[in-house]
Antibody, heavy 122, light 106 residues
């Protein structure tokens, strides 16, 4: 059974930093792309970043480009999101999500964690 | 951009639900997915490739597609189906686009 467990969320002041983690199990970790998707309170889903299975390619939404860094440690089956220069509008529940296919980049997300909450406020 | 309608759909158990997702430009229907999200839970993949059910999804859920219009149909609503539904375009790799969601309420 695929399991994704996020951690690292919390309350941080504007301009601050935070590192989120997502521990994975139940699948061949280094074969799959992994994504971060966030959901602001009462709002919809916003994709923010993806990293390929071999970590050679990463991509970001415009809203976080230059401030957030996605990475993974395939020896630890763990995905990370390093968040710098945080803004109040980054307040959200952050989910990690596994891609359905290990072969194509055009693939939906078949497994999600329960999320970790980030609040940016003074 | 994906625009979902209606924003809120009020129906009763046993009724048929039809949820719409419209793309602002032609998209490859092979790359449209639908997710269900219940309160306090993570999203769950229901449909991908516009009409393929994900593993374990009941056959009362179905998807259909035209060039820019995509539909999720729930044939007979069960109490557990009342949730928020999102469509997703995953054919613009590396970007992934979600619609704003439709709330299906009793």
């Amino acid at each position: 059974e695929v399991q994704l467990l996020e951690s690292g969320g919390g309350l941080v002041q504007p301009g601050g930093s935070l590192r989120l983690s997502c521990e994975a199990s139940g699948f061949s970790f280094d074969s799959y792309g992994l994504n971060w998707v966030r959901q602001a309170p009462g709002k919809g889903l916003e994709w923010i970043s993806v990293i390929t299975g071999n970590a050679k390619s990463v991509y970001y939404a415009d809203s976080v480009e230059g401030r957030f860094t996605i990475s993974r440690d395939n020896s630890k089956n763990t995905l990370y999101l390093h968040m710098n220069h945080l803004r109040p509008e980054d307040t959200a529940l952050y989910f990690c999500a596994k891609e359905l296919s290990s072969i194509t980049r055009d693939t939906p997300f078949d497994s999600w964690g329960q999320g970790t909450r980030v609040t940016v406020s003074s | 951009v994906l625009t979902q309608s209606p924003a809120i759909l009020s129906l009763s158990p046993g009724e048929r639900a039809t949820l719409s997702c419209r793309a602002s430009q032609s998209v490859n229907s092979n790359y449209i997915a639908w997710y269900q999200q219940k309160v306090g839970q993570a999203p769950r993949l229901l449909i991908y490739g516009a009409s393929r059910r994900a593993s374990g999804i009941p056959d009362r859920f179905s998807g259909s597609a035209s060039e820019t219009d995509f539909t999720l149909t729930i044939s007979r609503l069960e109490p557990e189906d009342f949730a928020v539904y999102y469509c997703q375009d995953y054919g613009n790799s590396p970007m992934f686009i979600f619609g704003q969601g439709t709330e299906l309420e009793i």
